[in-house]
């Protein structure tokens, strides 16, 4: 009981602030701990129990006392499972737009732009296909639309370097070397051992050789 209270105690803190639900071993193990915790294990104490003639046959009787914690099992492996589907589906499918718009960014910046819209509508939440779509809206000239979409990713991770590094290679284009000070300097602090950053924040300019 300890043992599986603490292996299925373990998962669900874990798995409540990162992917380890993901992980079809370790979800399986606590679904073994949670049928452990279920499990019924004491009979009803004699003085409650019925008489002999109207009890079922003991195989019948265990069939029977085994039958909601098995249920009760199987709807948990259940949910789980679905929940887990559902959630690599959806990651794997904005995955494959995401992939597939990194390989048409230098050949066809329009069908780029078109599947990083597809990965978006399924999960917007990861900071990569938002530079995918600033990098497709550059090359049509349109910095603000590369701006904004880099804003889209500041606002998910704003401690992210690379985000304020293109910000700033953006500025740069556009011939606004303050501006691209200031984001190179915000990058540079985020992560003062990257050498490239530290030079261009110390000389903007740099991003232009």
Not at 97 to 108: F, H, I, K, P, V
Not at 133 to 146: I, N
Not at 181 to 199: D, F, I, K, M, W
Request: hydrophobic residues 50%; proline residues 6%; glycine residues 6%.
């Amino acid at each position: 009981m300890v043992g599986a209270l603490g292996m299925f105690a373990a998962w669900a803190v874990q798995g409540s602030v990162d992917w380890m639900h993901l992980l079809p071993g370790l979800t399986a193990m606590a679904l073994a701990a949670l049928a452990i915790l279920v499990w019924p294990r004491r009979a009803a104490p004699a003085a409650h129990r019925a008489p002999a003639a109207q009890r079922p046959p003991a195989r019948l009787a265990g069939v029977l006392s085994r039958r909601p914690a098995v249920a009760a099992g199987a709807a948990a492996a259940l949910i789980v499972l679905i929940a887990a589907g559902a959630s690599l589906s959806r990651q794997g499918l904005a995955q494959l737009y995401r992939s597939r718009a990194q390989s048409e960014l230098a050949r066809d910046p329009a069908g780029a732009l078109a599947d990083v819209d597809r990965s978006l509508e399924i999960d917007d939440d990861a900071p990569q296909t938002y530079y995918l779509r600033a990098a497709a809206l550059a090359r049509f000239d349109r910095a603000q639309g590369a701006e904004a979409a880099l804003a889209q990713a500041l606002a998910r991770e704003p401690r992210n370097f690379v985000t304020w590094t293109l910000l700033g290679d953006i500025s740069v284009r556009e011939g606004r070397l303050g501006a691209a000070g200031r984001y190179y300097a915000r990058a540079h602090e985020l992560n003062p051992r990257n050498p490239t950053v530290r030079q261009l924040a110390s000389d903007p300019r740099a991003a232009l050789r």
